[in-house]
């Protein structure tokens, strides 16, 4: 335990900072108060008012500041930002959420950005969503890509009316190309004639 100082522990069963920074590797729990902790192959890592980074964490609870964990079991946030990859379940509050691979994320009046997520609920924030199965914003924008719905996907083919249709269309411009290329061709060599007519007729 450490007060208003900094804490480095390996393969530790638990270690607490208050007022300064942990760092802690394969331990079973990491909390920091007021300070900084990062944590490694942890099995839960709390932090107030500080900043905590668990990678292979089993829980990471943060309040206040950041917390950034990498294939961590549940992560908690309050007034505090929470980056994850590979989480089972992320939770944020008033703070912004990122979460990839997750099972669940929930951001109250944050933001939750996740990816191949099973479910995910912000209320009062911004979500977005890449490959998830359940997306619900509330009270702001929510974005949900490649989301597992029944979609009509169109089908290659015509038919047969759309065909006809396409080709009357054809003939028909061409016609009319055709004929305005004949009528100003027409036209030119009338008026060459009639001039060189005229000309002939002056001499």
Do not use: D
């Not at 905590?52 to 930002?81: D, E, F, K, L």
């Not at 959420?97 to 099972?103: D, H, K």
């Amino acid at each position: 335990m450490n007060s208003s100082g900094a804490s480095t522990t390996s393969s530790t069963e638990s270690s607490t900072a208050s007022g300064g920074t942990s760092t802690a590797s394969s331990t079973e729990s990491s909390v920091t108060s007021s300070g900084s902790s990062t944590s490694a192959s942890t099995e839960s890592s709390t932090a107030s008012g500080g900043t905590s980074t668990p990678v292979n964490t089993g829980s990471n609870t943060t309040s206040g500041r950041t917390s950034i964990a990498t294939q961590t079991g549940p992560s908690v946030t309050s007034s505090g930002s929470i980056t994850t990859s590979s989480t089972e379940s992320s939770t944020a509050s008033n703070t912004t959420s990122v979460a990839s691979n997750t099972g669940s994320s929930v951001t109250s009046s944050g933001t939750s950005i996740a990816a191949n997520t099973a479910s995910s609920a912000t209320p009062g924030g911004s979500s977005t969503h890449s490959p998830t199965g359940t997306h619900m914003t509330s009270h702001r924008v929510g974005t949900s890509a490649t989301t597992p719905v029944n979609e009509m996907i169109p089908s290659g083919s015509l038919k047969p009316w759309e065909i006809f249709l396409i080709t009357l269309v054809s003939v028909v411009v061409a016609v009319g190309f055709f004929a305005g290329l004949f009528f100003c061709v027409v036209s030119a060599c009338l008026i060459c004639w009639k001039v060189y007519g005229e000309g002939v007729a002056g001499t």
